[in-house]
């Protein structure tokens, strides 16, 4: 399992959840992000690379949480 840095998120107006895992990031970004959007598949594809081995966690991340303000989800940093 590829593990990376904590991303907490808002999954609703008043609850938040933290991913650390390719497979919290691909659920979140299926929930979250429109698939027909770049941003979500350029982050589906960093993620699935990451579950490969393929792509840096750190890489991924960036990818996730750009795709996840672009679908105007509120990210804690």
Do not use: W
């Given at each position: 399992m590829a593990i990376i840095?904590?991303?907490?998120y808002a999954e609703t107006d008043?609850?938040?959840r933290t991913v650390?895992?390719?497979r919290g990031m691909g659920?979140?970004?299926l929930t979250h992000c429109n698939p027909q959007d770049q941003a979500y598949i350029t982050a589906a594809e960093a993620v699935l690379g990451l579950e490969e081995?393929?792509?840096e966690p750190e890489?991924?991340?960036e990818a996730f949480?750009?795709?996840?303000?672009?679908?105007g989800v509120f990210v804690r940093e």
């Amino acid at each position: 399992m590829a593990i990376i840095r904590p991303v907490t998120y808002a999954e609703t107006d008043s609850r938040y959840r933290t991913v650390t895992d390719a497979r919290g990031m691909g659920m979140a970004l299926l929930t979250h992000c429109n698939p027909q959007d770049q941003a979500y598949i350029t982050a589906a594809e960093a993620v699935l690379g990451l579950e490969e081995g393929a792509v840096e966690p750190e890489v991924a991340r960036e990818a996730f949480v750009a795709a996840l303000r672009k679908a105007g989800v509120f990210v804690r940093e």
